[in-house]
């Protein structure tokens, strides 16, 4: 993948460095007052040495980083670059609207959110409450390592399918659905179908990401559609207790997950992405 083209997006906050607990803020201060009195601590003292170790959100607390970890850095800018710019452009030709670009944050271990403390074991996710996007870079490791996934165009699906979420978020299809009266054949059909639809709008991106900038080199379809396959419901239950519940889904088969991702970036159309919601269970 020639995922250099273009530039670095600046909606970038790197949490890295930063303790949960000064992540957190106001939250985080007071647990900490606390502490600081029940030890016997001064709190004006304690108040002081957090404000110096603390770095505000999207300002890099210094920190030793390896040429890998700068290039990884390097890679979600240039990847959330362009999602900002083909949504933008779709937004506007598709939609007639405005894109309001999220945030991505880096996180190491566990991160606090909108939507509550996350740990890095559960992958990347997307927060509707302050739309954010939420990732630890060493979830790019275990793409490799575990699943046997890896590519940098792997790893671009991964931020662009949650940046998915977000388009769905500002087209207001995660409210409305909730209102779809769908069939009781599974427990989480609403979930399969949104997380598929993410698959699918990250294949529209990437139909977009290539005709502007080239993107794709040989074998790079393959990878994405390799990691979307590793990390569908039937796959990951499989693996983690043999055998599969599809009532249990809540992302799709490996052969969903694959279908809509290729769907997406062969046809390009966002409208397109509603019909999921219109289709049998069986015929997803």
Not at 123 to 140: E, R
């Amino acid at each position: 993948m020639r995922w250099e083209e273009g530039g670095e997006s600046e909606n970038v906050e790197d949490q890295r460095s930063l303790p949960v607990g000064m992540a957190l803020g106001g939250a985080g201060t007071v647990i900490a007052l606390v502490i600081a009195l029940l030890l016997g601590k001064n709190p004006l003292a304690l108040i002081q040495q957090m404000q110096n170790q603390a770095a505000p959100p999207g300002v890099h607390a210094p920190r030793q980083e390896s040429p890998e970890e700068a290039r990884k850095v390097s890679f979600v800018k240039h990847v959330l670059f362009q999602t900002e710019q083909v949504w933008s452009d779709l937004f506007e030709q598709q939609l007639h609207r405005t894109y309001q670009k999220p945030k991505l944050v880096m996180f190491t271990g566990k991160v606090n959110s909108a939507c509550g403390l996350a740990d890095a074991a559960a992958g990347p996710f997307y927060c509707p409450a302050d739309k954010k996007v939420y990732i630890d870079l060493q979830f790019y490791d275990e793409l490799k390592n575990r699943f046997h996934a890896g590519g940098d165009f792997a790893n671009a699906y991964v931020i662009a399918h949650e940046v998915g979420h977000h388009v769905q978020t500002l087209r207001g299809i995660s409210i409305e659905s909730k209102h779809l009266k769908l069939p009781r054949d599974t427990e989480n059909q609403l979930s399969v179908r949104l997380e598929l639809q993410a698959d699918f709008l990250a294949g529209v991106w990437a139909h977009y990401a290539d005709q502007k900038w080239h993107i794709l080199e040989s074998g790079d379809v393959e990878k994405a559609i390799t990691a979307a396959q590793a990390i569908g419901d039937d796959k990951l239950q499989q693996q983690a207790q043999g055998y599969v519940r599809p009532e249990k889904f809540t992302h799709g088969t490996s052969q969903q997950r694959a279908r809509w991702f290729n769907e997406g970036l062969s046809s390009g159309n966002l409208k397109e992405a509603d019909q999921l919601f219109g289709l049998p269970y069986n015929k997803l």
